[in-house]
């Protein structure tokens, strides 16, 4: 079985400006992020996204918009080497229209593990709110809260010391 780190977009991958990141040109890496990663990678470790992204429920910005931003998201971590395996979403908002695709419910984290074959117990949630974690712990994750646009440099270890 592998070995993954499912990892929050907003506040975690990339500034979390207090409301929505609703396209590319509003999105900005959070400082040492791609090179953690990279560090996760070289470890063995799979690396799946894991979003809530609401403002599509809200009619803030659209599904084209979070494409957008995702496929250049992705090309620039490409570009570093990352390898990320998949960004699972939700677009609802509990608002707006119910589904147990939104974190906290576990679907998003339950699809990721049975696509990959990955084992739980080898296996971590950084996010930086509680439904995060909350949220990967319902399927044995270990969960790493982490400050909204704190750095990864501070809690890497837990992970890299892990195996």
Do not use: C
């Not at 090179?35 to 992204?53: D, K, R, S």
């Amino acid at each position: 079985m592998n070995k993954a780190v499912f990892l929050d977009r907003d506040g975690v991958i990339n500034r979390d400006p207090g409301d929505y990141t609703k396209n590319w040109k509003e999105f900005e890496f959070n400082d040492g992020v791609i090179e953690v990663l990279q560090e996760f990678q070289e470890a063995g470790y799979l690396l799946l996204i894991v979003t809530n992204q609401g403002g599509i429920a809200k009619g803030l910005y659209t599904q084209e918009d979070f494409d957008d931003l995702t496929e250049n998201m992705l090309e620039v971590m490409n570009r570093n080497n990352l390898t990320i395996s998949e960004v699972y979403f939700s677009p609802h908002h509990e608002d707006y229209s119910r589904s147990i695709s939104r974190k906290p419910d576990s679907l998003l984290f339950e699809r990721g593990l049975y696509k990959y074959d990955i084992d739980p117990q080898r296996s971590f949630i950084i996010g930086d709110k509680e439904r995060d974690i909350f949220a990967g712990e319902k399927v044995g994750l270990q969960g790493i809260l982490i400050p909204v646009n704190g750095s990864l440099h501070e809690i890497k270890h837990r992970i890299l010391k892990a195996d």
